[in-house]
T-cell receptor, first 116, second 112 residues
């Protein structure tokens, strides 16, 4: 069974600095998808970034980028130039490569606080 | 930008009562999901739905739960006889063929 592990329950960062959130996963699949979701206090789940396992290039979305290490089964999220609005829970999620019908498996989340 | 919507935003019900949570997925999406998140815990998959039938369900999704797409737009989750432990945030999500699942804002269910 696939599992997703986020080993940092809480993190904090100063505004404008860079922070990296860790995620590891376990799977026997060769093709799959990885995601980071943001959940602010409103509890809405917002997609931040996605990575296809077959792509070697790390995904980037503006200030958000990932470090995808397939052999190590690691998928960390880097937030550059942190902003107060980045304060939220961040969930790493896995979806097997079986297409859109695959369900998401989530980690327990990392609570990120951005301090002024 | 199209978005998934859910109603109600907050539902309070007594133990043993039936509740129906409603979702309107993004209109051209084909796959629909329900997830739940007990307060302070991770998001857990309940069920996926495609082509008018359940495609996958978790062990949480027992006989007390059912899903339906009664018309071309709504996607509902019914809990027949609610228990205290059903108190959670329930999220609906949908996707087309791109694997990104787009979540609704959630319904907070409180069972008293």
């Amino acid at each position: 069974a696939q599992t997703v592990t986020q080993s940092q329950p809480e993190m904090s960062v100063q505004e404008a600095e860079t922070v990296t959130l860790s995620c590891t996963y376990d799977t026997s699949e060769s093709n799959y998808y990885l995601f980071w979701y943001k959940q602010p206090p409103s509890r809405q789940m917002i997609l931040v970034i996605r990575q296809e396992a077959y792509k070697q290039q790390n995904a980037t979305e503006n200030r958000f980028s990932v470090n995808f290490q397939k052999a190590a089964k690691s998928f960390s999220l880097k937030i550059s130039d942190s902003q107060l609005g980045d304060t939220a829970m961040y969930f790493c999620a896995f979806n097997s490569g079986g297409g859109s019908q695959g369900n998401l498996i989530f980690g327990k989340g990392t609570k990120l606080s951005v301090k002024p | 930008e199209p978005e998934v919507t859910q109603t109600p935003s907050h539902q309070v019900t007594q133990m043993g009562q039936e509740v129906i949570l409603r979702c309107v997925p993004i209109s051209n999406h084909l796959y629909f999901y329900w997830y739940r998140q007990i307060l302070g815990q991770k998001v857990e998959f309940l069920v996926s739905f495609y082509n008018n039938e359940i495609s996958e369900k978790s062990e949480i999704f027992d006989d007390q739960f059912s899903v339906e797409r009664p018309d071309g737009s709504n996607f509902t989750l019914k809990i027949r006889s609610t228990k205290l432990e059903d108190s959670a945030m329930y999220f609906c999500a949908s996707t087309s063929l791109g694997n990104e699942q787009y979540f609704g804002p959630g319904t907070r269910l409180t069972v008293t």
